[in-house]
């Protein structure tokens, strides 16, 4: 049976060509081509309603089996980098979301968050609907749940313009401005209950200003390496990726 194949969901506004160090790091990984959902600017900005994760989840789901039925695999690794992380919550369910069932349950064996706002204290409506309707690792144990943060800055309401940011953001967040986070998400919001957590130093949310972030190649190494527990006959070669960099 080959093995299982990777699908990434970018974040917000995010496109293809954000993720093109990101990309070919995990097919050295899995030996697979690996496939990304072509979610565009416009589905993002319709990305706050209902009918905005509705036409997200469909391109997801027609990725999904597309990438399955190229490599006779049975379920797929999906990869959801910060909002893409929390879509694909919704999109394991078996209930109908807007009329549509997805159950992508019975195609996805594990579930890679990156940075992904789970904790939503005072955040859209859409994401915390997804922590009432699907708590911490919903489907588990069908399904593998593992959730990376990025420590890369400390929320300060007195320290530089972007500590203070940072603080306002994450407190939006989470309830606490004064804690670590990726500069976009605290660590607290990223991690989820019930899933394998994993905290890496010194990483960011995004790639701005050239910053080391979960999409870099050594960082794709390291949270790939750490989700090996819960990824099915998973069988790259990690050592490509550990030289200094």
Same mark, same amino acid.
């Given at each position: 049976? #080959?093995?299982?194949? %990777?699908? &990434?969901?970018?974040?917000?506004?995010?496109?293809?060509?954000?993720?093109?160090?990101?990309? #070919?790091?995990?097919?050295?990984?899995?030996?697979?081509?690996?496939?990304? %959902?072509?979610?565009?600017?416009?589905?993002?900005?319709?990305?706050?309603?209902?009918?905005?994760?509705?036409? &997200?989840?469909?391109?997801?789901?027609?990725?999904?089996?597309?990438?399955?039925?190229?490599?006779?695999?049975?379920? $797929?690794?999906?990869?959801?980098?910060?909002?893409?992380?929390? &879509?694909?919550?919704?999109?394991?369910?078996?209930?109908?979301?807007?009329?549509?069932?997805?159950?992508?349950?019975?195609?996805?064996?594990?579930? &890679?968050?990156?940075?992904?706002?789970?904790?939503?204290?005072?955040?859209?409506?859409?994401?915390?609907? $997804?922590?009432?309707?699907?708590?911490?690792?919903?489907?588990?144990?069908?399904?593998?749940?593992?959730?990376?943060?990025?420590?890369?800055?400390?929320?300060?309401?007195?320290?530089?313009?972007?500590?203070?940011?940072?603080?306002?953001?994450?407190?939006?967040?989470?309830?606490?401005?004064?804690?670590?986070?990726?500069?976009? $998400?605290?660590?607290?919001?990223?991690?989820?209950?019930?899933?394998?957590?994993?905290?890496?130093?010194?990483?960011?949310?995004? #790639?701005?200003?050239?910053?080391?972030?979960?999409?870099?190649?050594?960082? %794709?190494?390291?949270?790939?390496?750490?989700?090996?527990?819960?990824? #099915?006959?998973?069988?790259?070669?990690?050592?490509?990726?550990?030289?200094?960099?």
């Amino acid at each position: 049976m #080959p093995r299982n194949p %990777v699908v &990434i969901l970018g974040g917000s506004f995010a496109t293809a060509r954000d993720y093109w160090e990101m990309r #070919p790091a995990l097919e050295k990984l899995t030996r697979l081509p690996v496939w990304f %959902v072509p979610v565009t600017r416009l589905d993002w900005a319709l990305g706050l309603t209902g009918f905005g994760w509705a036409r &997200i989840l469909r391109k997801l789901d027609r990725t999904v089996r597309r990438t399955l039925a190229a490599t006779g695999a049975s379920k $797929v690794v999906l990869v959801g980098h910060s909002s893409g992380g929390v &879509i694909g919550r919704v999109y394991l369910s078996p209930r109908p979301f807007r009329g549509r069932v997805y159950a992508g349950r019975d195609m996805v064996s594990c579930l &890679i968050t990156l940075g992904s706002p789970h904790l939503n204290r005072r955040g859209s409506f859409m994401r915390r609907w $997804v922590e009432r309707k699907y708590p911490g690792a919903y489907f588990a144990p069908g399904v593998q749940y593992v959730a990376v943060a990025g420590k890369g800055l400390l929320g300060d309401r007195n320290g530089k313009s972007e500590e203070r940011t940072a603080f306002r953001v994450y407190r939006r967040l989470c309830g606490r401005g004064d804690v670590w986070g990726d500069a976009t $998400v605290p660590v607290a919001s990223a991690l989820l209950e019930g899933a394998l957590p994993v905290v890496l130093d010194r990483v960011f949310h995004s #790639p701005r200003n050239g910053r080391r972030w979960y999409g870099n190649t050594r960082t %794709v190494g390291r949270w790939w390496d750490a989700a090996r527990p819960c990824l #099915p006959d998973e069988g790259g070669q990690l050592d490509l990726f550990l030289t200094k960099s």
